[in-house]
């Protein structure tokens, strides 16, 4: 496992499916510079989603061959799929970032608090259940995928007062955007200064 420096954070963006987590922290990311540790899944591409840059897409028996390796800094199976972060990913961009960012369910969120405890920051994403379905529904999300996703919906938001940051994502994502990248701001500034 990668050993984080004194100054370097990992964000992690986590919240309900059809929250907006994901286009938020990418957008939030861009405005700071900052770069993304994609996962790696075994489940197939959405209609929207594109290998290498939402996930990497591989098959069962790649990702379990790179487990039985040791690859994965933490992996898990969701309704029937395999979902990863490689530790590799995540020691090649420290080389060259100190501060990154993940999207993560809310069960790949606990693990990274629980390996690197305050240098990781949670930002919960979250919108009510109507809003998450009409967006996956805009997605061309498969009917029965929507149906899984909210089925896990409740034990998502269950997950909200553990992490550090809140925030709602209804009507213009634009305002989350400004309030997420402010609050980030504050923590690189943070970092930038002496602690002598």
């Given amino acids: 496992m990668y050993e984080l420096k ?9 919240g309900p499916d059809g929250s907006g987590r ?6 939030v990311g861009t405005t700071l510079g ?7 899944t075994t489940r197939p591409p ?39 972060i490689k530790n590799k990913d995540i020691e090649d961009m420290f080389k060259t ?11 790949g969120a606990e693990i990274l608090k629980q390996l690197y405890g ?3 920051i949670r930002l919960f994403i979250y919108a009510d259940r109507r809003t998450v379905q009409e967006r996956e529904r805009k997605k ?7 149906r899984i996703h909210q089925s896990h919906y409740d034990e998502a938001m269950a997950y909200m007062p553990q992490c550090e940051h809140a925030f709602e994502n209804v009507g213009d994502m ?15 500034e943070r970092d930038l200064v002496d602690k002598d």
């Avoid at 994901?22 to 957008?27: G, L």
């Fill in 34 to 40: 900052m770069k993304k540790v994609i996962s790696w």
């Fill in 22 to 27: 994901r286009s938020i922290a990418d957008m």
């Fill in 97 to 107: 970032y100190s501060c990154i960012y993940l999207i993560l369910n809310t069960r």
């Fill in 46 to 84: 959405r209609p929207i989603e594109v290998d290498g840059q939402d996930y990497h897409f591989i098959s069962r028996e790649q990702f379990q061959e790179a487990a039985k390796n040791g690859e994965f800094l933490e992996h898990m199976e969701i309704d029937g799929h395999l979902y990863g």
């Fill in 174 to 188: 634009a305002h989350a955007v400004f309030d997420i990248t402010n609050l980030l701001e504050q923590y690189l």
């Fill in 118 to 120: 305050d240098k990781v």
């Fill in 6 to 14: 004194d100054k370097e954070r990992i964000f992690v963006f986590t």
């Fill in 140 to 146: 061309g999300v498969d009917e029965d995928v929507i």
